[in-house]
Nanobody
Framework: QVQLVESGGGLVQAGGSLRLSCTAS???????LGWLRQAPGKEREFVAS????????LYADSVKGRFTISRDNAKNAVYLQMDSLKPEDSAVYHC????????????????WGQGTQVTVSS
């Protein structure tokens, strides 16, 4: 079992930045970590993922060049730096763990957290 707790969401103006953090506990070794998001009335979608080693990162086209994912295995943590935020980035962001980065990309994580709200005003 893996438990995930997110923090760092909030309200920001368009063009601004936020940094999301997620702390993982339990049997986290070798899991890829990442972020999914879900806006009201929309399907949950993949945002970014990073392999256990940190040498592979994947991003949704909609956030590529604006968001950066990183992880610190010593702290069992994963981060999402979000820059140049747009109103369409508003959603609940969920930290997730998956067996592979591809599984995260395919929106089939093994575990996910409760989420943190990100609201971008225009």
């Amino acid at each position: 079992q893996v438990q995930l707790v997110e923090s760092g969401g909030g309200l920001v103006q368009a063009g601004g930045s936020l940094r999301l953090s997620c702390t993982a506990s339990g049997r986290t070794t070798a899991y890829s970590l990442g972020w999914l998001r879900q806006a009201p009335g929309k399907e949950r979608e993949f945002v970014a993922s990073i392999a256990w080693s940190g040498d592979i990162t994947l991003y949704a086209d909609s956030v590529k060049g604006r968001f950066t994912i990183s992880r610190d295995n010593a702290k069992n943590a994963v981060y999402l730096q979000m820059d140049s935020l747009k109103p369409e980035d508003s959603a609940v962001y969920h930290c997730a763990a998956a067996a592979t980065v591809q599984a995260m990309t395919n929106n089939v994580p093994s575990y996910w957290g409760q989420g943190t709200q990100v609201t971008v005003s225009s």
